[in-house]
């Protein structure tokens, strides 16, 4: 069965305090791996898709990369308006039926001013 | 352009009622995706559509639940009799293509069975 794993469950983070957050994950097949942030009563949000391990992707103060079991999501500085929850999914590769994703839980994240 | 739009964005009602959740996808899409977010289980796959044909429902969690495609612009996901358990968030999302193409979400429809 396939499964993502991600972690912390929360973070509390001051302003301008760089971190990372964590997602592991175990599959058949790696088809993609994306990062989604969502806000309160809102969807998901895509921000990265990655395919392969060592690719990376960076947009304003986020970055992500990949290797064979878990992929990070680095926030550098961080400032209030980056504070939602940060969701993990994957797409697996195999024959017929693989197209809808398999989420993690998430990692809510707070930044304090 | 206009994103995926789900209605109504919140249904209360009883339980054994009928409950009916509309999407409609961004125009071009061809594959449409119905998941359910509760604090227990997270985000999860119910079933999804490839140019209105179902192409995968084994999660849809039992015969109450049943989802259609009439047209490359409309969807519905339907609950009869509905549950107490049945109450969460429920996602309609669209995309281009698969594997690079990621799935643009909707904002929901926040479900709550009495």
């Known amino acids: 069965e396939d499964q993502v794993t991600q972690s912390p469950e929360a973070l509390r983070l001051q302003e301008g305090e760089s971190s990372s957050l964590n997602c592991s994950y175990t599959v058949s097949g790696l088809r993609g791996l994306f990062w989604y942030r969502q806000d309160p009563g809102k969807g998901p949000e895509f921000l990265f898709t990655?395919?392969?391990a060592g690719e990376e992707k960076e947009k304003e103060r986020l970055k992500a990369t990949l290797t064979k079991k878990e992929s990070f999501l680095h926030i550098t500085a961080p400032k209030p308006e980056d504070s939602a929850t940060y969701l993990c999914a994957v797409q697996v590769a195999s024959g017929g039926g693989a197209d809808g994703l398999t989420f993690g839980k998430g990692t809510h994240l707070i930044i304090q001013p | 352009d206009a994103g995926v739009i789900q209605s109504p964005r919140h249904e209360v009602t009883e339980m054994g009622q009928e409950v009916t959740l509309r999407c409609k996808p961004i125009?071009?899409?061809?594959?449409l995706f119905w998941y359910r977010q509760t604090m227990m289980r997270g985000l999860e796959l119910l079933i999804y559509f490839n140019n209105n044909v179902p192409i995968d429902d084994s999660g849809m969690p039992e015969d109450r639940f049943s989802a259609k495609m009439p047209n490359a612009s409309f969807s519905t996901l339907k609950i009869q009799p509905s549950e107490p358990r049945d109450s969460a968030v429920y996602f309609c999302?669209?995309?281009?293509?698969?594997?690079?193409?990621?799935?643009?979400f909707g904002d929901g429809t926040r479900l709550s069975i009495l």
């Open positions: 990655l395919y392969s």
């Open positions: 125009s071009g899409h061809d594959y």
């Open positions: 999302a669209s995309s281009p293509g698969t594997g690079e193409q990621p799935q643009h």
